[in-house]
């Protein structure tokens, strides 16, 4: 048994080295696993199934090949990719998964998440989020023409920008007290999720642990579970 997890990846058309890089990662990494797991932020921004850009095409082909090959794919949104919807799941094969989602590992109970639920002291992203989750909204901009959400997803980028630098690291990291009711009341040993760009696994009261993915950037990360070991992986891009 092998379990592979990614996440943001943040893929666009001005990185083509971290799209060659998850390619390469598909090929040669992904179909020895039984299940690939992202945690979110695969794109940069996605206004949805219908806009899929040259770029990232050969993208949904590779993820097609894979789930066609017996790897399982499961996607979980990120805060740049949340109206990935049903075409996309179609195309690629995998399957959408709901924010939190629970998985039985060797080592135990695991719960899965984006995690950009988990910084609660980022009172401001959480209101927008409110928003950009509310089904009925997202419905609705999913009707607008592809240069009108264009021009959303850009005036969100910028405005998330702009609202960041004022904000301390603290406040973009997860609230502990949050993790800690995640984690108590799913009834998990681990919380894997990705979102704040920090690798790393962290022991929290003993005996649980929160597994933090990397972003892919100068490297990429992954976390790779098999029956004997867990790993959190890290590797050169160039
Ligand atoms: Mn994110």
């Excluded at 943040?10 to 971290?18: A, K, N, T």
């Excluded at 135990?108 to 950009?132: F, N, P, S």
């Excluded at 690291?169 to 949050?178: A, G, K, Y």
Aim: aromatic share 8%.
């Amino acid at each position: 048994m092998r379990i592979l997890f990614i996440s943001d990846l943040h893929l666009y058309s001005e990185r083509p080295d971290l799209i060659r890089a998850l390619l390469v990662f598909l090929r040669e990494k992904a179909p020895q696993a039984d299940q690939l797991y992202i945690l979110g932020d695969l794109f940069e921004a996605w206004i949805g199934d219908d806009f899929i850009t040259p770029d990232l095409q050969p993208v949904v082909s590779a993820l097609k090949e894979l789930t066609d090959n017996g790897t399982e794919l499961f996607f979980q949104h990120g805060n740049r990719d949340f109206l990935v919807g049903e075409r996309f799941s179609e195309l690629t094969g995998a399957q959408i998964l709901p924010d939190s989602h629970l998985l039985d590992l060797p080592s135990g109970k695991a719960l899965l998440m984006h995690g950009d639920q988990l910084c609660t002291d980022d009172v401001e992203y959480q209101q927008l989020r409110i928003m950009l989750r509310n089904p009925a909204w997202q419905k609705d901009v999913l009707t607008k023409s592809v240069e009108e959400r264009l021009m959303m997803a850009q005036q969100l980028r910028e405005s998330s920008k702009a609202s960041n630098t004022e904000k301390t690291q603290e406040i973009m990291d997860v609230n502990q007290d949050t993790v800690s009711t995640v984690i108590n009341e799913a009834g998990v040993a681990t919380l894997i999720h990705g979102h704040t760009h920090r690798p790393a696994i962290h022991t929290l009261d003993g005996d649980k642990r929160r597994i933090v993915l990397g972003d892919w950037d100068s490297q990429g990360w992954y976390f790779e579970v098999t029956d004997q070991a867990e790993e959190l992986i890290n590797f050169e891009i160039n």
